[in-house]
């Protein structure tokens, strides 16, 4: 069946890093991608999206890499900020499908 | 601001009980979205809709229901047939339901007394 997941549930960084948050996903028929960053007690918030017939695309120090041979998404937060602390999030979907599918998400931890 | 409003920002249950959750969205989108969010874990869409007056059943829609008589207002009832309510409730909307980026609302925790 179609699945998304994450490959890291915690992922621990220090102020001023690089940080890279993985995501797999299962369904060969996804086209459609994105990623959210949730903090406590609030709801996502969009980060960026990317589409299959790209395999990346750059935001405000962030940046979303594709690959489609593995299957494979990744989320890189430049000069990662203690503000970046939070639970992110990857999502898919496919033409058909009329919604998102969501992982489990990944806890990113920024030390002063 | 336009953005989407979820009230209130904690509920509570009885047993026997149905509850509604309030969703507003002031975007202009067409289509709405609810999820439900368990501790530790990702969204699961309970109900969405592509247009007023139409929705469709997500992955867990059981004891659940739903309206769309307006374009900017999608409640969601939590019926008693919903056996495990307690969770986190996120409302979402988007232009239109494919390929979009879906904007929430900062959610409504249910709880059981």
């Known amino acids: 069946g179609e699945s998304v997941g994450l490959h890291l549930p915690t992922l621990s960084v220090q102020e001023g890093d690089n940080s890279i948050i993985n995501c797999a996903y299962s369904n060969s028929a996804s086209d459609y991608f994105i990623w959210y960053k949730q903090e406590s007690g609030k709801g996502p918030q969009f980060i960026i999206d990317i589409r299959s017939n790209m395999d990346k695309r750059q935001g405000q120090r962030v940046t979303v890499l594709l690959n489609k041979t593995v299957k494979h998404l990744s989320l890189q937060i430049a000069a990662t900020q203690p503000g970046d602390s939070a639970v992110y999030f990857c999502a898919e979907s496919y033409t058909g499908r009329r919604a998102l599918t969501f992982g489990s998400g990944t806890r990113l931890q920024v030390q002063p | 601001d336009g953005g989407i409003t979820q009230s209130p920002k904690y509920l509570f249950r009885k047993e026997g009980q149905n509850v509604t959750l309030s969703c507003e969205q002031n975007?202009?989108?067409?289509?709405m979205y609810w999820y439900r969010q368990d501790p530790g874990q990702g969204l699961r869409l309970i109900y969405y809709?592509?247009?007023?007056?139409?929705?469709q059943k997500g992955d867990i829609a059981e004891g659940y229901s739903v309206s769309r008589e307006k374009k900017e207002s999608f409640p969601l009832t939590v019926t008693s047939a919903q056996k495990n309510p307690t969770a986190f409730y996120l409302c979402?909307?988007?232009?239109?339901?494919?390929?979009?980026?879906?904007?929430f609302g900062d959610g409504t925790r249910l709880s059981i007394l």
């Open positions: 809709s592509q247009i007023v007056n139409d929705f």
């Open positions: 979402a909307s988007s232009r239109t339901v494919i390929n979009q980026p879906q904007h």
């Open positions: 975007l202009n989108h067409d289509a």
